[in-house]
T-cell receptor, first 116, second 110 residues
Framework: DGGITQSPKYLFRKEGQNVTLSCEQN?????MYWYRQDPGQGLRLIYY???????QKGDIAEGYSVSREKKESFPLTVTSAQKNPTAFYLC???????????????FGEGSRLTVL | KNEVEQSPQNLTAQEGEFITINCSYS?????LHWLQQHPGGGIVSLFM???GKKKHGRLIATINIQEKHSSLHITASHPRDSAVYIC????????????FGKGTHLIIQP
């Protein structure tokens, strides 16, 4: 079945370490997104990509990095520069139908990162 | 940037009750999404709508573009409907044009 796979589901990190969260989709979607979810807040956009080898910063990109070497894959690295990385991270994808239209969103199951 | 307000923040109801969750936004949009987040964290898209009304099983979503308001209704609610329901609006402007509400935490008691 088509969908989005995130891994790992749970991750623990020591302060000062970089960690990479995986996101893979087999939906043939052009657009992929990374969101961060904190208790009591709406999802906030970290990075997004509309095409291979191109990505843009979202609202809270500081301390994060991404790559888009393949259409199917959009990994997120949480660097040691991210001051408060403990959060729930969600990857999503959609058909990018153009700037004035929105495609249906597909989400992964999320990755919960805890900094020890 | 669009402001999205959901109400109520928390809702506890008995099995079988009719449920309504509301979403208001401040700026014109091209589409509105209703999402369901399971206790484990995964999110499923329930509806995407830009006008009128959509129905899927016991779920109904409506939108009033003039009033900048949408509602999600659940008929004959069941404990398995317990989840967080999130409204998100697309204001156009590309892939970064989505704004999410904080969610409504729904608990259906047997």
């Amino acid at each position: 079945d088509g969908g989005i796979t995130q891994s790992p589901k749970y991750l623990f990190r020591k302060e000062g370490q970089n960690v990479t969260l995986s996101c893979e989709q087999n939906l043939n979607h052009d657009a992929m997104y990374w969101y961060r979810q904190d208790p009591g807040q709406g999802l906030r956009l970290i990075y997004y990509s509309q095409i291979v080898n191109d990505f843009q910063k979202g609202d809270i990109a500081e301390g994060y990095s991404v790559s888009r070497e393949k259409k199917e894959s959009f990994p997120l690295t949480v660097t040691s520069a991210q001051k408060n990385p403990t959060a729930f991270y969600l990857c999503a994808s959609s058909l990018d139908r153009g700037r004035l239209k929105a495609g249906e969103l597909f989400f992964g199951e999320g990755s919960r990162l805890t900094v020890l | 940037k669009n402001e999205v307000e959901q109400s109520p923040q928390n809702l506890t109801a008995q099995e079988g009750e009719f449920i309504t969750i509301n979403c208001s936004y401040s700026v014109g949009i091209s589409a509105l999404h209703w999402l369901q987040q399971h206790p484990g964290g995964g999110i499923v898209s329930l509806f995407m709508l830009s006008s009128g009304k959509k129905k899927h099983g016991r779920l109904i979503a409506t939108i009033n573009i003039q009033e900048k308001h949408s509602s999600l209704h659940i008929t004959a609610s069941h404990p398995r409907d317990s989840a967080v329901y999130i409204c998100a609006v697309h204001s156009g402007g590309g892939a970064d044009g989505l704004t999410f509400g904080k969610g409504t935490h729904l608990i259906i008691q047997p």
